[in-house]
C-alpha cells in the first residue's frame, strides 16, 4: 500500500492529502537497548512513540530525528540502523486539534530505531505532549492505552529490536 501511494498519489507527503499521508515515527531506546522512551501524547491520552508528519519533507528519517527533539528535548540522538526499522499503515480516528476537526485518514509510516542516553535531559513539548519518559521494554508496551498500537506495533518493535545486539 505504502508503494502504491508512493507512485500514484500526488502530495502523499502532504497531511493536507486527507486519506492518507506519510509519517514517520521513531522507537528509541537507550544503549543497552533495555528501555524505550515514550512521550505522553496529548491527543490521544496515551503514551506513544514519537513522530509526525512528513509535512512535505521526503527525507523520512530526518523526519524522525527532529520529531524526536521536538518531543522529547533530547539532542543526541543516533541512527542505530542504516535504514527502515519498520514499515506500518496505521488508522487515525478522527479528532480535534487546535479546534479544527481532522477526520479519519492513514498514516502510511516509516519507523526508524534511534538510540539515546536516558540521562540527557528530557523536555515536553506542551503543544503535542504532557510528559516524556524512559520506560523498560515490557513496561513501554503496557504503559499505551490504544490496544491495536499496544498488541501489534510496539510488542512488534520489541521483537524486533531483541534480534539486534547494543553496541
Same mark, same amino acid.
Given at each position: ?68 527533539? $521536538?518531543? #522529547? /528535548?533530547?539532542?543526541?540522538?543516533? !541512527? ?5 526499522? @519498520?514499515? *506500518?499503515?496505521?488508522?487515525? &480516528? ?33 503543544? $503535542?505532549? #504532557? /510528559?516524556?519518559?524512559?520506560?523498560? !521494554? ?5 504503559? @499505551?492505552? *490504544?490496544?491495536?498500537?499496544? &498488541? ?16
Amino acid at each position: 500500500m505504502i508503494l502504491e501511494c508512493l507512485e500514484q498519489e500526488k502530495n502523499i507527503f502532504q497531511r493536507e492529502h486527507k486519506g492518507a499521508h506519510m509519517t514517520a515515527s521513531a522507537w528509541v531506546v537507550n544503549p543497552d537497548r533495555t528501555k524505550v522512551l515514550l512521550v505522553y501524547h496529548n491527543i490521544y491520552n496515551s503514551w506513544s512513540w514519537m513522530g509526525g508528519h512528513a509535512d512535505g519533507e521526503q527525507d523520512l528519517q530526518s523526519v524522525a530525528l527532529r520529531e524526536v527533539q $521536538e518531543e #522529547s /528535548g533530547l539532542h543526541n540522538i543516533r !541512527l542505530i540502523l542504516d535504514g527502515i526499522f @519498520s514499515l *506500518e499503515s496505521l488508522t487515525v &480516528d478522527g479528532h480535534w486539534k487546535h479546534g479544527a476537526y481532522v477526520s479519519s485518514h492513514l498514516h502510511l509510516n516509516l519507523t526508524y530505531l534511534l538510540e539515546a542516553s536516558e540521562h540527557e535531559p528530557l523536555s515536553i513539548n506542551p503543544d $503535542e505532549n #504532557s /510528559g516524556v519518559a524512559w520506560f523498560s !521494554l515490557d513496561d513501554a508496551v503496557q504503559a @499505551s492505552s *490504544e490496544p491495536w498500537f499496544r &498488541d501489534h506495533i510496539y510488542t512488534k518493535l520489541n521483537a524486533k529490536l531483541k534480534n539486534i545486539s547494543p553496541s
